[in-house]
C-alpha cells in the first residue's frame, strides 16, 4: 500500500460526458502528479501540482483540467469524452524527495 | 529532453535464472532513476531509485540495479528468478522533483 488513494475504481461512462477522477496523496506529500496510461501510447505524464500551484504540464488535452485543493487532494476532469480516452489514470505523489509514489488508478471505460 | 529506452518488450526466464532487465537513458542533467513493478491490475511499485549516490543500487524483492554514466544505462537485475516476479516493469528518469518520463515497459515472464 503506497498510502495514495484514488477513487473511483472503475468507471464506465459514454462518449460525449464528464468524469472526475480523485486523489488524495500519502500525508505530507505536497506534489501530486496525474498520469495516463494505454496500450498505444504507454504511460504519459499529464500534469503536475505543487501545494496546490501547477508546477508542470504534460501531454494534457485542453478537455481535461486538473487542481489540487487546500486538503491538497487533487481531482483530475475528464469532459467531452472520446473512446481515446479509455485509459488507466494514475496518480502519484512525492514530497521533497525525488521518487514518486503511485496510487492504485481508475480504470476508464468510455463507450 | 529527457527519455527512456528499454530494451526487449517481453523477456522470458526459467525460475531459478538470471534476470536481466535493460534501460538506457538519455538526459542533458545529471539523472535521477527509478525502477517500477506494475502488476496485472495493480498500480505502479516502486522497486528501486538512483539519485547520484551509490552506482549499484538495490530494491526490493532482491533486486538492484547498477547506474553506469559511460552506458547511459541502468540495467536491473536479480540473481534467481521466481514466479512471483511475473510483471511489467518499467524504467524512469527525472531531473528531481519533476515528472516522470517512462520507458515502454518490459513483461517479464518466468516458467516453471
Known amino acids: 500500500d503506497s498510502g495514495v488513494t484514488q477513487t473511483p475504481k472503475h468507471l464506465i461512462t459514454a462518449t460525449g460526458q464528464r468524469v472526475t477522477l480523485r486523489c488524495s496523496p500519502r500525508?505530507?506529500?505536497?506534489?501530486v502528479y496525474w498520469y495516463q496510461q494505454s496500450l498505444d501510447q504507454g504511460l504519459q505524464f499529464l500534469i503536475q501540482?505543487?501545494?496546490?500551484?501547477?508546477?508542470a504540464k504534460g501531454n494534457i488535452l485542453e478537455r481535461f483540467s486538473a487542481q489540487q485543493f487546500p486538503d491538497l487532494h487533487s481531482e483530475l476532469n475528464l469532459s467531452s469524452l472520446e473512446l481515446g480516452d479509455s485509459a488507466l489514470y494514475f496518480c502519484?505523489?512525492?514530497?521533497?524527495?525525488?521518487?514518486?509514489?503511485f496510487g492504485p488508478g481508475t480504470r476508464l471505460t468510455v463507450t | 529532453a529527457q527519455s527512456v529506452t528499454q530494451l526487449g518488450s517481453h523477456v522470458s526466464v526459467s525460475e531459478g535464472a538470471l534476470v536481466l532487465l535493460r534501460c538506457n537513458y538519455s538526459?542533458?542533467?545529471?539523472?535521477?532513476l527509478f525502477w517500477y513493478v506494475q502488476y496485472p491490475n495493480q498500480g505502479l511499485q516502486l522497486l528501486l531509485k538512483?539519485?547520484?549516490?551509490?552506482?549499484l543500487v538495490k530494491g526490493i524483492n532482491g533486486f538492484e540495479a547498477e547506474f553506469k554514466k559511460s552506458e547511459t544505462s541502468f540495467h536491473l537485475t536479480k540473481p534467481s528468478a521466481h514466479m512471483s516476479d511475473a510483471a511489467e516493469y518499467f524504467c524512469?528518469?527525472?531531473?528531481?522533483?519533476?515528472?516522470?518520463?517512462f520507458g515502454k515497459g518490459t513483461r517479464l515472464s518466468v516458467i516453471a
Open positions: 502519484a505523489s512525492s514530497a521533497e524527495g525525488y521518487e514518486q509514489y
Open positions: 500525508s505530507g506529500d505536497l506534489s
Open positions: 501540482y505543487y501545494n496546490g500551484e501547477e508546477r
Open positions: 538526459s542533458s542533467v545529471p539523472p535521477y
Open positions: 538512483y539519485t547520484s549516490a551509490a552506482t
Open positions: 524512469a528518469v527525472s531531473e528531481g522533483n519533476t515528472p516522470l518520463v
